[in-house]
């Protein structure tokens, strides 16, 4: 019935069919593999600071990010404020910038939080190998949508960013979404 506007009930339904599909296809992707291990134990003291995001499956928000720089900061109620700057689309693009608010999960040895990215809504964020001199990690999800490779540095050797890649690729994540997240000297930090 072409040019029959369909009651509101309708139309919710409608709008309600067009995400679920998205939804349940992100949900039923990280429930075919089991769950990606945390490390065992994090240090939460010295694992805060600055981070260069050097590669992995980015989210939307990420996509076309350069000299991104994620900084934890442990506040005194025991959450983290996570913060994420950014060039959008090049590196003289227009530099962002996006605070998060994130909690340890209990029992997990500090290793696994929730984020709240938006609202009321939380995300996963799982450190699944951490470099003994905590110089580099990648943080990952169940649902093997968004993983990241963060440094001390933002030069980080070939060979341990491929490293990074075949882990992520080995735990189930598609490896046609990498992404390495240039940094260009004088631009990352600011």
């Keep these: 019935m072409a040019g029959v506007a369909l009651p509101v009930r309708a139309r919710l339904k409608a709008a309600r069919r067009r995400w679920a599909a ?5 949900a039923s992707a990280g429930a075919s593999h089991p769950p990606v291990p945390p490390v065992p134990q994090l240090d939460l003291p010295r694992f805060m600071g600055t981070w260069y995001l050097v590669g992995g499956m980015p989210t939307p928000f990420e996509r076309t990010a350069w000299n991104a720089v994620q900084t934890y900061t442990l506040r005194r109620d025991g959450s983290i404020l996570t913060t994420l700057t950014f060039n959008q689309g090049g590196a003289e693009g227009p530099r962002k910038h ?34 003994e001199d905590y110089g580099l990690m990648l943080v990952a999800r169940d649902a093997r949508d968004y993983a990241w490779v963060f440094a001390r540095s933002p030069a980080v050797p070939e060979a ?31």
């Design 98 to 131: 996006i605070e998060a608010p994130a909690r340890v999960r209990p029992g997990t040895g500090n290793a696994v939080w929730d984020v709240r990215v938006f609202g009321p809504f939380t995300s996963q964020y799982k450190v699944v190998w951490l470099r």
């Design 22 to 26: 998205p939804l349940l296809a992100v």
């Design 160 to 190: 341990e960013l491929e490293a990074a890649r075949r882990r992520l690729q080995g735990w189930g994540y598609d490896p046609g979404k990498w992404r390495y997240v240039p940094q260009v000297a004088g631009h990352a930090a600011q």
